[in-house]
């Protein structure tokens, strides 16, 4: 760890103005079901092929947590007939969508850590899916605020924001960088089968940023010290989405299931909440941090179960909504973002010197924490 003081000085939230409840996803997709069970009746009743079940709203509550979402285009995922999203393409001089709402959270991440385009050196978007192969959405956001110095894309999947985190921290520890703004522009939408019953609910649109920096330049009121950041992957297939510019080459792939999101949850939640819970402990125990001492877990938010099991492992006991605060409810799983927007939402009450973990999981597998404590 560095002896200079690196910090989170500000964060931004951007919220789509389109929410989507349990109850109209549900009418929607069961919309679907009936309309395919009816078309392929004779190729069902032959054997050939399965029928479809309908999906509920207590069905969605139970196996997630998840209440509603935000999205960026309601009509058409919610169109039986259409079933994703209806964003149009814009002309190359046009702000691109990603960039937009990327754009809008990282103004308010600027506003409140107290920093211009003049204070920040770089920019790291870090996120799932990008909208585009290149120019990189990072260059098009840096330009777009008017920020000089560089910018790049990352991806770790829905641990790309404390690997952003980290990213930025190594740059201003090394000097590369004295402030670094890291954003999670997510439109999780656009790589969700909406047919699907197993996932059609899990995702949602929003983007995320956070202001770090050296702690000689901080002056905001929402500054957390970062005491240490920690990575782990680990490959598994169980969560995987082959979209990509080589589906091109090979025109049988083209449309397929696999281009869209695709998880075997039940072996992705027996796989992986051990190993966050463990490197969440390990971690805190080599920071010198006691577990008794974390105020706050802000963790991933893609299902509450997981998310329940995990602080339970950490902890011992059960923890409580105040120590282990639930987005999902409302945003479903927003990828990268979940665990900033809960880390925006829920810490507003943090004393001079209380400590809070800042932790994500997810395809990679990949896992990544981040230790801090309010200046």
């Known amino acids: 760890m560095s002896h200079k003081r690196i910090v989170i000085s500000g964060t931004g939230l951007y919220t789509p103005p389109n929410t989507i409840s349990n109850d109209e996803l549900v009418e929607s997709f069961n919309a679907y079901v009936a309309r395919f069970n009816t078309e392929n009746a004779a190729a069902i009743e032959a054997g050939e092929l399965a029928a479809l079940s309908d999906s509920s709203s207590a069905f969605i509550e139970k196996a997630s947590g998840i209440k509603s979402r935000y999205v960026i285009d309601k009509k058409g995922v919610l169109d039986p007939q259409r079933m994703k999203p209806s964003i149009p393409e814009r002309a190359d001089e046009a702000l691109s969508v990603q960039a937009e709402i990327g754009v809008a959270a990282a103004r308010q991440a600027m506003e409140r850590a107290g920093k211009t385009a003049d204070d920040i050196d770089a920019v790291i978007v870090a996120c799932s899916n990008m909208q585009r192969a290149y120019p990189a959405m990072a260059i098009e956001i840096q330009n777009e605020l008017g920020i000089k110095g560089y910018g790049y894309d990352m991806n770790v999947a829905c641990s790309s924001a404390t690997f952003g985190i980290e990213a930025a921290y190594n740059a201003v520890v090394a000097g590369t960088a004295g402030c670094v703004l890291m954003v999670n522009a997510e439109i999780c939408s656009g790589h969700l089968c909406w047919y699907d019953r197993d996932c059609h609910f899990i995702f949602g649109d929003v983007a995320t940023a956070v202001i770090v920096e050296g702690g000689e330049t901080a002056t905001s009121e929402h ?106 409810d409302e945003y479903a799983n927003t990828s990268s973002a979940g665990s900033i927007i809960a880390f925006h939402k829920y810490q507003s009450d943090f004393q001079k010197g209380e400590q809070g973990v800042i932790c994500s999981f997810g395809a990679g597998y990949s896992i990544g924490s981040v230790i801090v404590r309010k200046l």
């Open 223 to 328: 500054c957390f010290e970062i005491q240490g950041t920690r990575l782990q992957t680990q490959f598994s297939n169980n969560i995987r989405n082959n979209f990509g510019f080589l589906n091109n080459a090979d025109e049988s792939g083209i449309g397929q299931r696999d281009k869209l999101f695709m998880q075997n949850g039940r072996k992705v939640f027996k796989e992986v909440c051990p190993m966050v819970a463990t490197q969440i402990t390990e971690h805190l125990s080599d920071c010198d941090v006691d577990k008794d001492q974390v105020k706050r877990f802000w963790l991933h938010q893609a299902n509450l179960s997981m998310n329940t099991l995990i602080a339970k492992r950490v902890l011992g006991r059960d923890a409580t909504p105040e120590e282990n605060p639930t987005i999902l």
